[in-house]
């Protein structure tokens, strides 16, 4: 079946195609309305040596980087998206989904705080508030270790809580599915309907004989129509099987030749 043949099959079948393709404008609507927008805000961070180790350097700690720092990174992101931290958080009132992971492609101790929702308003303050979450979180975990206030790890904000952008990779595949399967299923219904009308157009089959009919019999040799031999009552008994033989009367003048001398 090539182009042609579907796009005659489609106009032919138009009120079968007509209706899907309604329905799917009615579906990629409904997908439209219910699944919102959702908006991100990122801030980056990073984690800088403590004071008591900067002191060779002047106290400038983007000048002492250690490869400790990034493994302490690693570790505080683990606590941030663990369950007692989420708990935490949500009691102090962030909405939506965050996550604090080390920062893609990063030449020290780097982390990214993302928090998505879809309220742009929620979404920034909610990352405004993780940020600082995180800074609390790192002093409490070495206060737990018993480490000094100078030799304590410390944060600083490299990029501030963003403006919320919107994500509309998500609600666009979903779009794309509710197209694609509603187009799908118009055209499975309309070659459907377009294959039962072939098969209820075609000729039916003659009916073969009955199993308990007895086939003709054949003429035995000489019995066509050209042989002489075939008297009256052979063609008689022919068509009726039933007939009687018939009496042949003679007349009386063949008697009285009969009884003379």
Do not use: C, H
């Amino acid at each position: 079946m090539d182009l042609a043949e579907i796009w005659r099959v489609m106009r032919r079948r138009w009120y079968v195609l007509l209706p899907g393709l309604l329905l799917t404008a009615a579906l990629i609507t409904g997908v439209y309305l219910l699944v919102p927008v959702e908006y991100r805000s990122q801030s980056t961070v990073t984690l800088l040596n403590s004071k008591k180790a900067t002191v060779a350097f002047d106290g400038n700690p983007f000048l002492s980087t250690q490869a400790s720092l990034t493994g302490m990174a690693d570790g505080l992101a683990r606590n941030l998206n663990s369950d007692d931290s989420k708990a935490d958080l949500k009691a102090q009132g962030l909405t939506g989904l965050y996550e604090a992971k080390i920062a893609d492609n990063a030449q020290g101790p780097f982390m990214w705080l993302s928090v998505t929702g879809t309220d742009p308003a929620a979404v920034l303050k909610s990352d405004q508030l993780f940020t600082a979450y995180a800074e609390k979180r790192l002093l409490e975990f070495q206060a737990q270790q018993s480490v000094t206030p100078e030799a304590m790890i410390r944060m600083a904000t490299i990029v501030p809580p963003q403006k919320p952008e919107a994500q509309t990779k998500t609600r666009l595949q979903y779009l794309v599915m509710a197209a694609a399967l509603g187009f799908v299923l118009s055209l499975v219904a309309t070659f459907f309907v377009e294959a039962r009308r072939r098969k209820a157009d075609k000729p039916g089959r003659r009916k073969a004989p009955a199993a308990d009919q007895d086939p003709p019999e054949n003429p035995g040799p000489g019995a066509g129509p050209d042989s002489g031999s075939s008297s009256d009552e052979q063609r008689i008994g022919a068509v009726d099987p039933t007939a009687t033989m018939a009496l042949k009367v003679l007349p009386s003048s063949a008697f009285r030749s009969k009884a003379s001398p």
